[in-house]
Nanobody, 129 residues
Framework: QVQLVESGGGLVQAGGSLRLSCAAS????????MGWFRQAPGKEREFVAA?????????????WYLNSVEDRFTISRDNAKNTVYLQMNGLKPEDTAVYYC?????????????????WGQGTQVAVSS
């Protein structure tokens, strides 16, 4: 099991930036995939971005993004700190949601929440117009 703790959410004006952090602990070696999802009120949880860190895999260092954020958001990870980041620039009101960090084992179905077995508690991001 992997324990995940998010931080960095807050209120920002449209066009602003935030950096979310997710600190991982526990059996992190068993979950090479780290991802971010978001959920707005009344909507389903939505894939935002993911990154793979598995030197033995063809997908090593690969990243995936939701189409609407890939030119504004950047996912990265610091393996020495067991931390994954989501740098969000050019924020829009439609980016408002609770953002969740997640850890998973493989790339199959990576855009689905079912591909991830461990979740953080979420951090709120609010973007005002």
């Amino acid at each position: 099991q992997v324990q995940l703790v998010e931080s960095g959410g807050g209120l920002v004006q449209a066009g602003g930036s935030l950096r979310l952090s997710c600190a991982a602990s526990g059996r992190t070696f068993s979950s090479p995939i780290m991802g971010w999802f978001r959920q707005a009120p009344g909507k389903e949880r939505e894939f935002v971005a993911a990154i793979n860190w598995n030197p033995g895999s063809t997908w090593h260092e690969s990243t995936w993004y939701l189409n609407s954020v890939e030119d504004r958001f950047t996912i990265s990870r610091d393996n020495a700190k067991n931390t994954v980041y989501l740098q969000m620039n050019g924020l829009k009101p439609e980016d408002t949601a609770v953002y969740y960090c997640a850890a998973g084992r493989g790339v199959v179905g990576i855009r689905s929440p079912t591909a991830f077995g461990s979740w953080g508690q979420g951090t709120q991001v609010a973007v005002s117009s």
